[in-house]
T-cell receptor, first 115, second 112 residues
């Protein structure tokens, strides 16, 4: 079974631009969560989507948004990029048959650099 | 306010010896804890978990201990192997929502 895939793997943008990251979950997984990882910080939760609906949201500004499609693929968008948005963005999928206790399976991440 | 803390950014252990990674939490509502391992250029992979109704969970070379009164958990790896060199994250969640709260990670280096 194919794992979680994320595209692109690397991205360089300039301040003020916007960016869209894509995540394809493991086949059959209905929940997709997004995280931001910066050096010295743990994974910061952005949001979780389940069956095309945002089920939970972290403490990030409205510049960060996401969506999920009917095939469970998810996209994350960041508008008006700031230097501090440079980070590794990780996507994780889970079956979500029993809620949050399900194991999350992570993709390799997208490394975003904002210049 | 960091609710999950891993106070050691890095740890170096001799191959074959025991590795002990520590994690402290402040939120008494946390009732489920997980450890993930992360290699460079890869996403984290699930290692082991423990529910607050237990104080120990074992899976092969990996054992997680939970001390609820001290709000402390630890991951023991015995014996340590070179392939264990990675960053280890501790994460916790409460029954009230789906969100995992993560520690900053500890980089484990296994010396030959």
């Amino acid at each position: 079974k194919a794992g979680v895939t994320q595209t692109p793997r690397y991205l360089i943008k300039t301040r003020g631009q916007q960016v869209t990251l894509s995540c394809s979950p493991i086949s059959g997984h209905r929940s997709v969560s997004w995280y931001q990882q910066t050096p010295g910080q743990g994974l910061q939760f952005l949001f979780e989507y389940f069956s095309e609906t945002q089920r939970n949201k972290g403490n990030f500004p409205g510049r960060f948004s996401g969506r999920q499609f009917s095939n469970s693929r998810s996209e994350m968008n960041v508008s008006t990029l700031e230097l501090g948005d440079s980070a590794l963005y990780l996507c994780a999928s889970s079956l979500a048959t029993s809620g949050r206790r399900d194991t999350q399976y992570f993709g390799p991440g997208t490394r975003l650099t904002v210049l | 306010d960091q609710q999950v803390k891993q106070n050691s950014p890095s740890l170096s252990v001799q191959e074959g010896r025991i590795s002990i990674l520590n994690c402290d939490y402040t939120n008494s509502m946390f009732d489920y804890f997980l450890w993930y391992k992360k290699y460079p250029a890869e996403g984290p992979t699930f290692l082991i978990s423990i529910s607050s109704i237990k104080d120990k969970n074992e899976d092969g070379r990996f054992t997680v201990f939970l001390n609820k009164s001290a709000k402390h958990l630890s991951l023991h790896i015995v014996p340590s192997q070179p392939g264990d060199s990675a960053v280890y994250f501790c994460a916790a969640s409460a029954d009230s929502n789906y969100q995992l709260i993560w520690g900053a990670g500890t980089k484990l280096i296994i010396k030959p």
